[in-house]
Structures are given as structure tokens and as C-alpha cells.
């Protein structure tokens, strides 16, 4: 968990004008270091970390950059907008930081809960005063198709994006369509 707390996913969306693939890790890795020093030295914030540095960077094979920095903290400060927004200018063009999700498994829940409605997702951000688009996406466990006659319950996954409000759901559940489901976490089975 200190490990994926101190990584960064950053999905390359604009391939015409960037060749940052097709340059080598380290090479990678110092433009990224370029990109930071050249930031922090534009900045008077008290609030940033003391030392900032890319350790590692691996290359996925959805062309996604995963970048290993010093600490937690400086992943933290990193993924604030405007520290963001400053950074990808000048490390390379077409690029955004993606925030890693975590799955949760809701048992109970009421089938009149629409998980493709994204208003259905947006009210039980409100009824449990989450942050809005904290539920990135919902979906059932069982297809619809397959559900028995009569059938009032069934389980869903949702898709958080922050760890912090996805072991708060898990420690104090949530209310969904008036109904308190107590999430746990989803456990991934080796294929």
C-alpha cells in the first residue's frame, strides 16, 4: 500500500506531437526530474515538500507511465490541479495524471438502484456528504438477465477514486436508497 501511495498513473491521451514513449526509462526519468525542478523554482509555496524526485518509471502495456516519487507526501502535492497542470506542461504534452480506483463490493442492494444512471451515483454522494464524483462508476455482480423472479436485492461493485473515502466507506458503510449496505473491499483472485 506505501508503495502504490507513492506512484503516479499518467495516461497518454495525444500521440501525434509526443514521443515520450518512445524514449528510454532513464531519459524519462531525468526530463520528469527537468520538469519538476524547473516547477518548484517558479513556485513560493511553504506547503511543498522539501525534496521531490522521481525515483523509477515503468511503462505499461496500455501506454500508461507509472512514476515512483520519494514519498507519499510528494505523490499528495503533486496530484493538487494546479501543481498538476504546471508539471504535465512542462514534462510533455497530452498527458494527465489518472487517479488510481479502488473496488468495493455493496451487498443488499435495492435493484431499483440504476448503476449506469450517473444520477443514481451523484444522489448517494449527497444522502452520505462524499464528495461529488467520488463514485466513479457502479456496477452489478450478477448480470440483470440472470436474476431470479421476485428477486428485491443483489450486489454491486463501486468504483471509489480516493483510498482515504473508500476505507471511510468501508469502516462506517453507506446509505444507498434508504438502506445502510456495509461495503467491503474487493478481493482480486489470481487468474
Not at 500521440?15 to 518512445?22: E, G, R, V
Not at 524514449?23 to 524519462?28: G, N
Not at 444522489?123 to 428485491?152: D, F, S
Amino acid at each position: 500500500m506505501e508503495c502504490k501511495a507513492r506512484q503516479i498513473l499518467i495516461n497518454i491521451y495525444n500521440n501525434n506531437n509526443n514521443n515520450i514513449l518512445s524514449k528510454s526509462l532513464t531519459e524519462i526519468i531525468t526530463k520528469a526530474n527537468g520538469a519538476i525542478y524547473i516547477y518548484i523554482d517558479k513556485i513560493k509555496d511553504t506547503d511543498k515538500p522539501a525534496v521531490i524526485h522521481i525515483e523509477t518509471v515503468l511503462q505499461t502495456y496500455k501506454r500508461v507511465l507509472v512514476l515512483m516519487l520519494n514519498s507519499r507526501e510528494v505523490a499528495n502535492w503533486l496530484r493538487i490541479v494546479e501543481h498538476e497542470m504546471a508539471f504535465m506542461k512542462d514534462f510533455s504534452k497530452g498527458l494527465h495524471i489518472r487517479e488510481r480506483s479502488y473496488n468495493l463490493i455493496a451487498p443488499r442492494v435495492l435493484i431499483t438502484f440504476k448503476p449506469e444512471n450517473k444520477e443514481h451515483l451523484r444522489g448517494i454522494e449527497k444522502a452520505n456528504r462524499l464528495n461529488y464524483y467520488l463514485i466513479h462508476k457502479a456496477r452489478w455482480i450478477k448480470p440483470t438477465a440472470r436474476r431470479r423472479i421476485g428477486q428485491t436485492h443483489a450486489y454491486a461493485i463501486l468504483t471509489v477514486t480516493f483510498t482515504d473515502y473508500a476505507n471511510l466507506l468501508i469502516r462506517d458503510g453507506l446509505i444507498m436508497f434508504r438502506a445502510r449496505v456495509c461495503p467491503t473491499k474487493q478481493k482480486v483472485e489470481p487468474i
